[in-house]
């Protein structure tokens, strides 16, 4: 890998970054004060437990969808099989939707965005599974720790994705060369910053995503055996295809 390969991987890691990403962080910023009333805050709490799951698993397929954009634009990942696509997606992509999502977590009021406004965790109460936004908002609180800059975001999102130790892989030596290329690319970008030592915590974090993921589709497992017409008929097909 000559530097200039890195750079040019960078750059498009990057550029895929800023363009697939729905809010800009100047845009949110903005917003950041911008809080549920009580009244509102209410009604989503008086919201059936069913209800606010199909609420919040449209709003995270929206977010996923651009997830999808952003991988098939990571140099390599198109090269890969259609089935190694989707099985890095499967498991990947809401990893990926967390660390974006962690991006506008407002640490002075532990608020993340949702539905236009800043919400704390007591609006997710009707979802009846506190364990997992609890869970959620400590990784975000964590995530804003480490002040990561939109262009690591960017390569450390692409690296949660092109993963060779993902299940049900058909050609794993193909994705290990691109997940080694982006991985070259996030040490250059982290040494470039000055930022060497943040890789190891990286790595951490990786694990806590998977965590953070299986324990999501544990609890939609419960969602799905207790409310089985709206998984199977009232989510959206993309949200089913990858967690269900
Ligand atoms: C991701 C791209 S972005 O531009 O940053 C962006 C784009 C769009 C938004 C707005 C948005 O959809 N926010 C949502 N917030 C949460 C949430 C919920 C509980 C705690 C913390 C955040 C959503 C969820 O549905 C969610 C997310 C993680 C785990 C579990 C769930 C709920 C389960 C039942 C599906 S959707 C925010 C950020």
Redesign the pocket.
């Known amino acids: 890998h000559s530097l200039r390969n890195i750079d040019e991987l960078c750059a498009s890691i990057v550029r895929s970054h800023r363009e697939t990403?729905?809010?800009r962080v100047e845009e949110l910023q903005a917003l950041r004060w911008k809080l549920f009333s009580r009244e509102e805050l209410q009604a989503y709490q008086s919201k059936s437990v069913d209800e606010m799951?199909q609420h919040?698993?449209i709003?995270?397929t929206?977010?996923v969808q651009?997830v999808v954009e952003f991988a098939k634009h990571i140099p390599g990942f198109r090269m890969l099989s259609q089935n190694d696509q989707i099985a890095l997606l499967k498991t990947g992509s809401m990893e990926v939707?967390?660390v974006?999502?962690s991006?506008?977590f407002n640490t002075e009021n532990n608020t993340?965005?949702?539905?236009g406004k800043f919400a704390g965790a007591e609006i997710?109460k009707s979802?009846a599974?506190g364990d997992?936004?609890t869970a959620?908002?400590d990784f975000a609180h964590d995530m804003c720790g480490l002040k990561l800059t939109e262009q690591q975001i960017a390569l450390f999102s692409a690296l949660v994705l092109i993963n060779a130790d993902r299940p049900c892989l058909e050609d794993r030596g193909r994705v290990q060369r691109v997940q080694r290329s982006v991985e070259l690319g996030l040490t250059h970008i982290l040494h470039r910053d000055n930022q060497d030592n943040l890789m190891h915590k990286l790595y951490q974090r990786m694990a806590v995503l998977r965590s953070l993921c299986s324990l999501?589709m544990e609890?939609l497992r419960w969602f799905s055996q207790r409310y089985p017409l709206t998984a199977h008929s009232l989510f959206p097909p993309l949200y089913k295809e990858l967690f269900a």
Not at 112 to 115: A, E, K, L
């Open positions: 990403n729905q809010y799951w919040c698993a709003r995270l929206d977010a651009y939707v967390l974006r999502m991006r506008f993340v965005f949702f539905d997710f979802l599974c997992l936004i959620v908002f999501h609890k």
